[in-house]
């Protein structure tokens, strides 16, 4: 659980469920904050990518996946906002597919409201 009782997964189930609905590119959005493409933006970054793409979070569960993705490693303490979309992009399809074609796809994962 992240911060106040806030489930990760349940979070990423509801931004995958926009996401699936309206057909968002998250990975446009969160892109555009990362000039050097470093693969880490701030938390307000993070923040304001989700808000442009139009995926509606309460600061409480944009705080649970900020704790989520966030690098440890990191001086800045930034998020590795690549891990977010890699995650949210499976409710289209897995990433490097072609790489495992007898991976079995199912629909299973997406989530239906």
């Not at 806030?6 to 931004?15: F, G, S, W």
Request: proline letters at 4%; a negative charge.
């Amino acid at each position: 659980m992240a911060p106040d009782n806030v489930d990760v997964v349940d979070v990423e189930n509801k931004v995958k469920s926009v996401v699936y609905k309206n057909r968002i590119r998250s990975r446009e959005f969160m892109r555009d904050f990362d000039k050097l493409r470093g693969r880490l933006i701030t938390e307000t970054q993070f923040a304001s990518a989700l808000d442009n793409s139009a995926v509606e979070l309460t600061p409480r569960e944009v705080r649970a996946l900020c704790d989520n993705y966030r690098v440890p490693e990191d001086p800045q303490f930034r998020v590795c906002w690549t891990a977010f979309c890699d995650e949210i992009d499976t409710v289209f399809t897995f990433k490097e597919l072609e790489k495992t074609p007898w991976r079995e796809v199912s629909t299973k994962h997406i989530a239906h409201e």
